[in-house]
């Protein structure tokens, strides 16, 4: 069994987006309409099952678990993204997309990312911009720097939201990210939350923002939501060279 697969077994990595559409982020406070405007709800048949961030008119960030089943990439005629309305149900504008490009070297948890093409260029508004990705090298926020995150993912309680909610993280200690997930490397960090609190199912590739930077997306969660550990994410400043080609 390859050591990826026992991590798996040994510690119950949960990914945050794989089948979930119902919920929000654990914690948090309901996001003002024009706060997020670059988080898009990524959709399978027409259901949420992911976040997503608009980085260009016509290109979207999410994780790469969030477009395959069963590890097959699922068909584009399946997907789209709502873009432009804090709900999940309603508002703004569905996007349906024209192909997804997931990052050559992606294998379940590591270089857990896609570029997705929309079928056409979104309108910029106040609830509809881009948002930037940190640049190659650019280091992270200092240990217990707040980060903003927000999605749509389940709650404690289980019980659903048809709106984003906005949750401050804090970035968590090295050590605490090495005790939660051995792979940890530069390709990757883990904000720290309160117990009950953090990212959950359908929060999966939805963007941890900092000075106003895409610093990172969405990736995992360690045993159940909430728990004593720190929630892992993808650092987008080392793969910022891949994501740069696929706008180009």
Known sequence: MQQRSLILGLI?????????????????EEADPTA??????????????????IISETKILTTAHCVHR?????????LSCRVGSTNQYAGGRIVTVESVVVHP??????????VIT???????????????VAASGEALP?????????????TADGTTSYKIRELS????QESACLDAYSDHNENSFCLAHELKEGTCHGDGGSGAVYGDKLIGLTNFVVGACGSRYPDVFVRLSSFYDWIQEQIA
């Not at 929309?118 to 508004?125: G, P, R």
């Open 36 to 53: 997020t405007p670059y988080a898009a709800s990524l959709r399978v048949d027409n259901a949420h099952v992911c976040g997503a961030c």
């Open 169 to 172: 993280l804090k970035v968590a």
């Open 142 to 154: 200092a240990e217990g720097s707040e980060v903003s995150v927000a999605g749509w993912g389940r």
């Open 12 to 28: 119950g990595l949960t990914l945050v987006g794989v089948c979930h559409a119902s919920g929000r982020i654990m914690g948090g």
């Open 118 to 132: 929309l079928s056409s260029a979104l309108a910029y508004t106040e609830r509809i911009k881009a948002i930037p």
């Open 70 to 78: 069963d590890g097959n990439l699922i068909d584009v005629k399946r």
């Open 105 to 114: 070297d992606y294998y379940q948890l590591t270089n857990n990312l896609a």
